[in-house]
Nanobody, 125 residues
Framework: QVHLVESGGGLVQAGGSLGLSCAAS????????MGWFRQAPGKEREVVAA????????YYKDSVKGRFTISRDNAKNTVYLQMNSLKPEDTAVYYC??????????????????WGQGTQVTVSS
């Protein structure tokens, strides 16, 4: 079992930045690939970014490329999502997830076994 807790969400103006963190506990963090998903009201949950167990391989949704950066610190059992140049359309609940998969399965929800509770990100125009 892996327990995930997100933090760092909030309200920010368009063009601003936010950093999300996801702390993991339980099984060995470095054994899991990590992903960040988001879900806006009335929309399906979608992958935003994903990172392999080693951190070597990453994936970004096209609309966030160049603005968002996923990173992980295996010594701290934490994955991060730095979000810059935020837009109103980035408004959503953001979830981190952990799973044993590799790309390309990491771009799909079924590639993950464990999910955090989510943190709200609101970008005002």
């Amino acid at each position: 079992q892996v327990h995930l807790v997100e933090s760092g969400g909030g309200l920010v103006q368009a063009g601003g930045s936010l950093g999300l963190s996801c702390a993991a506990s339980g099984r060995t963090f470095s054994n899991y690939a990590m992903g960040w998903f988001r879900q806006a009201p009335g929309k399906e949950r979608e992958v935003v970014a994903a990172m392999s167990r080693s951190g070597v391989n990453t994936y970004y949704k096209d609309s966030v490329k160049g603005r968002f950066t996923i990173s992980r610190d295996n010594a701290k059992n934490t994955v991060y999502l730095q979000m810059n140049s935020l837009k109103p359309e980035d408004t959503a609940v953001y979830y981190c997830a952990a799973g044993p998969s590799v790309l390309p399965q990491l771009i799909m929800m079924r590639g993950y076994d464990y999910w955090g509770q989510g943190t709200q990100v609101t970008v005002s125009s």
